[in-house]
């Protein structure tokens, strides 16, 4: 059974930093494309990140530069580093887990198991 549990959200002011993680049970992600969503209140959910199989990666443009995606591979974890946070950044994060070794951007139907979310606030 796949498992996907992220952690490390919480409340930050504008300008702080958070890593949120998400460790992986039955399922290895360093052999997928593994990737963050976020969901802000009253909006759609939202590609954040990606990472696939080699270790390449891509990011929305909002948040070029300032967040980086990794990964753990003894941990069997993903991690999403995100610094210069702003009220924009406030979202339900979630870590996803791709069908095939390879990205194929953000659409839903790439990523087969989602976690429960993790909730990140910045207040101005």
């Known amino acids: 059974q796949v498992q996907l549990a992220e952690s490390g959200g919480g409340s930050v002011q504008t300008g702080g930093s958070l890593r949120v993680s998400c460790a992986a049970s039955g399922y290895t992600v360093s052999n997928y494309c593994m990737a963050w969503f976020r969901q802000a209140p009253g909006k759609e959910r939202e590609g954040v990140a990606l990472i696939d199989y080699d270790g390449r990666t891509a990011y929305a443009e909002s948040v070029k530069g300032r967040f980086t995606i990794s990964q753990d591979n003894a941990k069997n974890t993903l991690y999403l580093q995100m610094n210069v946070l702003t009220p924009e950044d406030t979202a339900m994060y979630y870590c996803?887990?791709?069908?095939?070794?390879?990205?194929?951007?953000?659409?839903?139907?790439?990523?087969?198991?989602w976690g429960q979310g993790t909730r990140v606030t910045v207040s101005s």
């Open positions: 996803a887990a791709g069908r095939s070794r390879l990205c194929y951007g953000w659409l839903p139907g790439a990523y087969n198991y």
